[in-house]
Structures are given as C-alpha cells and as structure tokens.
C-alpha cells in the first residue's frame, strides 16, 4: 500500500512539473508575441515593463534581450540597446524571435554608430557568410573596409556588390569613390554614370562626377553637375565651393565670388575643411578684383581657426604695408586708368624717366621711356627702356624676365626694368643678373611711391 502511495505522489510531482514547463512553453512565447506586438504600437513602457519581469526570472533569456534591445532603440538609447544585443550574439541561440541576420544588421549598425568599425565589419563579414548572393552585405564590408583605409580590399568587396546586383547604386558609387581616390578616373566615371543610372537622387555621384568633369577640363559639365550635387544636404557646401572653384579655373571670378559667398554664409561649422576652403578661394578672387581689405578680411578668418592653412600667413605678411601705407594700398587696388597715371608719375619721378608710349599688359602696364632731359646729356642720343609695372601678389620667377626680353627684343630695346608689388624668387634674379634688366621688388616700389609723392 505504501508503495503504490509513493507511486502516486512522485507521478503527481511529475505531472506539475511537467505542467509548469508546458505552461511557460505556451505562456512565454505569448508574452514574448504581446511585447512585439506593443513595440509595433509603439507603448514602449509597457513592453519593457513585461521583458524586465521575463529577465528577473530568466536573465538568460536572449529573446527578452532582444526584445529589452529593440525597446531601447525606439526610445533612442542606442548605447543601452547595444549591450542588451551584446547579451544576445554572447549567448548565441537565434530562432524565430530572433532572426539572426536581423539582428547582425542592426547591431552592426549600432557598433558603426559608436566608432566601433572592427565589430560592425566583423557582424557584416558573417553575414556575408550566411547570405553569400547578398549585394548589400558586400556593399557594407566594400564601405566600412573604405573608411579604415583599405581600399585593395574595399574595391573587391564593391566589385562583387555590383557584379551580384548590377542595379545597386550606392554600390556602384562606392566603387567609384574608391577608383577615383586611387587614381582610376576613367573606371571611376563609368561607376559613377551606372549609379545615377539605377538612382538619379544619388546627388553625391554628381559631386564626383563633377570633379572628374572639372579635371578633364570640362568646366560647362562640371558645373551643371555640381549644381545638382548641391540637393544632396552632406555635399551642399564642398558643392558650392567646387563650383566657385571652376568659375575660377574659367577666369568668371565675378560667378566665383556668388557661389563661395553662398558657400561660406551656409556653412555652421567654421574650422570645417570646406568652409576654410571656401574663404581661401574667396579670398583669392576679392584679390583679382583688386577688393584687398575683403581678401585680407577672409585670411583673418581663416587664420583665427588654422594659422598654418595654405599660404595664408604669408598673404597677411605680404599685405602688412596695404593696412599702414596709403601708397601702397593705392597702388594694389586702385582702376587701370589711374594705375596707369600712377605708375608715370613714379617713372618721372621715381625713375627720372619720360614715358614715350604706353602698352597694356596682364596684371600691369609697360612704359616705353627715355631719361628725362638733363644739360649734362642735352647732345647725346637718349635709348630707350622698356618699364614693365606689376601687381601682383605672387613672387616672380624668371619666365617673367624671360617675357620682358622677349618683347625687348620685338621692340629693338636693350634696357629694361620690372617693378612689381610682389618679390623675385632666386631663378628670376639669377636669370636677370647678367643680363640688361632692372628688378625692383615690392621695398623698393615702396620707396619709389614715397619719392614720386613727395616731389610732387
């Protein structure tokens, strides 16, 4: 009797056991079910309310992880959702709650979200793995193998993007971007061209395309392709820089200035590469129009965030005498009619030369001159020298008295003088010094314009 009693009673723990066990098996999947259910409904607080309950009796539970996760992430606390999955890949069991390539996805895109580029290639090298026709996963692997500096590797992985899917635009981009960096141009406009082909909105291919554009010379494409490069909101400003930069190369520099003065007024950032850029580049174009206070307001701004940038430090130096010399300052930014003027009056002056005929020339004007008459030479024929006057703030090198000789010659004159506002770098005075040619650098025009006002 005893016997059958302890048969009874064991059978019956049995029984609840194994009823305790089949209830949760019914009951956990429900409430897992109903957590989804209130995410997609977005009452967040009720969901996390039911998955914390599940984890205080199960921690390992990597469903209510996943779940505690995605939680997470729809309140924006990425930095919490990606410990809680952080859980999940380190228990390991993936099932119909948890898809594992969706969920590699998005902790990859949470590991790229906090700098962490190892980890996400790792989740996207698996995925590769699992799904190994997947154009995207190899697009991800081409990006991020890209941003970590190995563009060998980056090029295969985007190749075979393109190859597995030929419609992949951003794929197609990716590679181009590559080529381009490496020095591909032609392969790398062929990418660029098939991916506005599958996406026309991918305006950050006409950046790129317009670079290409622009260094193939093509100025009137390159233009029209940074023009709607500029709808793409990350390259709106480097588009507009790009586009102030070839009116530059065309010499359109009044073009220029409206599109880096947009450039610079959009821009949020200050010390950005793009902003710093679009200042220079300004700059360079106020200097062509002769507008110097505007060009040195520009190199102020840009050397309060980066002193070493360029050559700018050098043009505020180069420009020092513009702020304290009236003269100088005249000289540099005054019309050609009374640039002209001013340079006759420093010839008589300055020079004690009479200017006998006048002819234009780039960025200056050239005096053909005779010495002023003097009792001591009155009987003595007067030779004639040609006196080229330049502004300029680039220092001169020896082409530039190779093109004064050259018109000597065409003149039949044996003397000649350059006087510019900039200076003469060591080939131009090794060149000149042998020669029947005068340099006056920029301290000695200052001294010229001092004595030609003073005599007057």
């Not at 996805?105 to 698996?126: H, N, P, S, T, W």
């Not at 995925?127 to 193998?145: M, T």
Request: glycine share 6%; proline share 2%; net charge positive.
């Amino acid at each position: 009797m005893s016997f059958v009693v302890i048969l009874i009673v064991f059978f019956g723990i049995a029984v609840g056991i194994l009823s305790v066990f089949l209830i949760r098996m019914i009951a956990l999947p429900k409430r897992l079910s109903a957590v989804a259910d209130l995410i997609k409904q977005g009452r967040s607080p009720a969901a996390a309310k039911i998955v914390k309950a599940i984890l205080a009796k199960e921690p390992r539970n990597a469903a209510a992880h996943y779940y505690l996760g995605k939680i997470y992430l729809s309140e924006g606390k990425s930095e919490l959702a990606l410990m809680e999955l952080k859980t999940v890949g380190d228990i390991g069991q993936f099932d119909r709650d948890i898809p594992e390539p969706e969920f590699r996805r998005v902790i990859a895109d949470l590991y790229e979200r906090f700098g962490q580029l190892e980890e996400a290639l790792k989740e996207y090298i698996l995925l590769v793995k699992g799904d190994p026709r997947n154009a995207e996963y190899y697009y991800q692997c081409a990006r991020i193998f890209d941003e970590r500096g190995k563009a060998e590797v980056a090029v295969k992985y985007a190749r075979k993007a393109v190859e597995l899917d030929q419609r992949h635009g951003k794929a197609h981009y990716m590679l181009g971007v590559i080529l381009y960096k490496t020095k591909h141009p032609l392969e790398a406009r062929a990418e660029f061209e098939a991916s506005l082909k599958t996406d026309p909105s991918n305006y950050d291919s006409y950046y790129y395309l317009g670079k290409l554009l622009k260094e193939s010379n093509d100025y009137t494409g390159a233009l029209l392709a940074f023009e709607r490069a500029q709808k793409s909101p990350a390259l709106k400003i480097k588009a507009l820089v790009e586009r102030g930069g070839t009116y530059m190369s065309q010499g359109s520099y009044d073009n220029a200035v409206i599109e880096l003065e947009r450039a610079v007024k959009l821009s949020k950032d200050e010390s950005a590469s793009e902003t710093l850029y679009g200042r220079y580049f300004l700059s360079l174009c106020y200097e062509k129009q002769k507008n110097i206070d505007k060009a040195i307001e520009q190199w102020e701004k840009i050397y309060s965030k980066k002193p070493q940038f360029r050559d700018v430090s050098e043009k505020l130096t180069q420009y020092h005498e513009y702020r304290t010399d009236d003269r100088m300052k005249d000289y540099l930014t005054c019309s050609q009619e009374e640039f002209v003027e001013l340079c006759k009056l420093v010839a008589a002056q300055g020079l004690n030369l009479a200017v006998r005929d006048v002819i234009g020339t780039m960025n200056g004007v050239d005096f053909i001159t005779v010495e002023n008459e003097s009792e001591k030479w009155l009987g003595t024929k007067k030779k004639p020298q040609l006196v080229r006057f330049l502004r300029v703030s680039e220092a001169l090198d020896d082409s530039a008295v190779r093109s004064l000789l050259d018109n000597m010659k065409k003149l039949g004159i044996i003397r000649g003088v350059i006087i510019t506002s900039s200076s003469f770098n060591r080939a131009a005075m090794e060149f000149a010094e042998n020669r029947s040619v005068e340099l006056y650098h920029k301290e000695q025009l200052q001294e010229l314009l001092q004595s030609a006002n003073q005599k007057t």
